[in-house]
């Protein structure tokens, strides 16, 4: 027989559990999102890649960007080595920031690269810079130009599933191999697309921004060389073109009818009309990128966004000096 003592036990007993469970469910609700899912800038990674970032040594009031990363995890510390890519050269600066648990660090590109433009990639490693499976890296980045555009853009986060007997290349003591290749890294892009270009006649700019993804992060990035394009107005009227650039590529879509398309691209997109693109490069590599719209019209609607992904390639590696992290 049970006594009111027993019911009365039995009674905190399952409160208690109840508030462990409620506990439990608080600190970490849902589903793990899945290691094996591909590049996303809504998921946390092992690599940040931040599609871009400008600064201006003299102005940086009016040309600037806000880098935010974060540690998620709230048990562990983590050493974050960041590549600071050049666009114009493809040179490389680094630094590494340690991260407590649950840390979240923002900077200033003004002060970390001034007078720089190009992209940003970022690794988990361990305190002798040798990267690491850490999938819990977040970050975004508000950037603004001179010109005018700006845009809050999230990190594209690159996550690393349990390792296989193929997952990792050791080249040398002094530096690693590393493939995105759904066995040590997500896969990435090989086909991006921008899917809605506004009107240059509505006072619309696009920024269009493109990046390769590998190199050597030793002696520099590597380069697009030639991308072929296919553009549809919104009569689905198509349209090919083709464009080239270095490691990182920034161009406003139209202006001076670049890139080139028969009629121009006020003809193909006139006032109050919309189109799309998407591009590739003939060679099977792997590319990232944004777009980010200026308007100075009252009416006219400001803002970027990650570029989709309509194809993916296991055909990137990035190269990565291997030294102990200084800090």
Same mark, same amino acid.
């Given at each position: ?5 027993? *019911?009365?036990? =039995?009674?905190l007993?399952?409160?208690?559990? *109840? =508030?462990?469970?409620?506990?439990a ?6 589903l793990?999102y ?9 998921k ?6 931040y599609?871009?970032?400008t ?6 009031s009016q040309?600037?960007t ?5 540690n998620?995890?709230?048990? *562990?510390r983590a050493?974050l ?12 600066a ?18 970390a690269?001034?007078g ?10 361990n305190?002798?810079?040798r ?8 970050g ?38 590393l ?7 997500? /896969?990435?892009? /090989? ?15 696009? #920024? ?23 553009v ?29 398309? *028969? ?8 006032a ?5 693109? #998407? ?14 719209n ?15 992904k ?9 190269? =990565? ?7």
């Amino acid at each position: 027989m049970i006594t009111s003592r027993g *019911v009365l036990s =039995l009674a905190l007993s399952f409160v208690a559990a *109840v =508030l462990v469970s409620s506990i439990a469910l608080a600190a970490d609700p849902g589903l793990p999102y899945p290691e094996s899912s591909e590049v996303s800038d809504q998921k946390a990674g092992s690599v940040l890649f931040y599609n871009t970032y400008t600064s201006s040594a003299t102005a940086p009031s009016q040309e600037n960007t806000r880098i935010n990363i974060t540690n998620t995890n709230a048990d *562990v510390r983590a050493f974050l080595h960041i590549f600071f890519v050049e666009g114009r050269t493809c040179s490389i600066a680094d630094t590494f920031i340690c991260f407590t648990r649950n840390q979240t660090v923002s900077f200033e590109t003004s002060d970390a690269d001034p007078g720089t433009q190009g992209y940003i990639v970022a690794f988990a490693v361990n305190n002798q810079g040798r990267p690491i499976r850490f999938d819990f890296f977040i970050g975004d980045e508000y950037v603004k130009y001179a010109s005018g555009h700006h845009a809050n853009l999230a990190a594209e986060a690159i996550a690393a599933p349990p390792p296989t007997d193929e997952a990792e290349q050791q080249v040398d003591d002094s530096f690693i191999e590393l493939a995105f290749d759904g066995k040590t890294y997500n /896969r990435l892009p /090989r086909v991006l697309a921008d899917d809605s270009i506004p009107s240059r006649l509505d006072g619309n700019d696009t #920024k269009l921004i493109v990046n390769r993804v590998g190199g050597d992060l030793r002696t520099g990035a590597g380069i697009l060389g030639t991308l072929f394009g296919v553009v549809y107005d919104d009569a689905e009227n198509t349209f090919s073109t083709s464009f080239i650039g270095l490691c990182h590529l920034e161009f406003s879509i139209g202006a001076n009818n670049f890139p080139r398309v *028969v009629g121009g691209w006020n003809a193909l997109i006139p006032a109050g009309h919309t189109g799309w693109m #998407k591009f590739w490069s003939p060679v099977d590599f792997a590319i990232l990128g944004a777009a980010i719209n200026f308007n100075p019209n009252l009416s006219g609607y400001n803002g970027g966004h990650n570029l989709h992904k309509l194809t993916l390639s296991d055909n990137a590696t990035y190269i =990565l000096p291997v030294f102990p992290a200084s800090c």
